[in-house]
């Protein structure tokens, strides 16, 4: 089964700092666009950091609510994608998934849920 699978979510308070990694399972993503999507269930699915599949010097895109808060990165010797958080606000509430980019239904995981909460 290919899957991205997802790691680093949880509680924090607001103003805090998580490290989201996913994984590819089951095939290489290294070819692949990547990028990071949340969803709540008032809300639609919406995009939230794109990092490309170059080897260097990556193209880099947030969604515009991130305003500086987070850095999305690429360690392919685990084949995994990194999305850290800083500054968290209640509204990051959201179960967080990666995916490629644009996605791919065989792709999505079971996401990761991220609560930002006092």
């Known amino acids: 089964q290919v899957q991205f699978v997802h790691t680093g979510g949880g509680l924090v308070q607001p103003g805090g700092s998580l490290r989201l990694s996913c994984t590819a399972s089951g095939f290489n993503s290294r070819g692949y666009a990547i990028a990071w999507y949340r969803q709540t269930p008032a809300k639609e699915r919406e995009f939230v950091a794109l990092?490309?599949?170059?080897?260097?010097?990556?193209?880099?895109q947030f969604g515009p609510f991130v305003n500086a808060r987070f850095t999305i990165s690429r360690d392919n010797t685990n084949d995994s994608v990194l999305l850290q958080m800083n500054d968290l606000k209640p509204e990051d509430t959201a179960m967080y998934y990666c995916n490629t980019f644009p996605p791919r239904d065989v792709f999505w995981g079971r996401g990761i849920q991220v609560t930002v909460s006092s």
């Open positions: 990092i490309d599949n170059g080897d260097d010097d990556h193209y880099i």
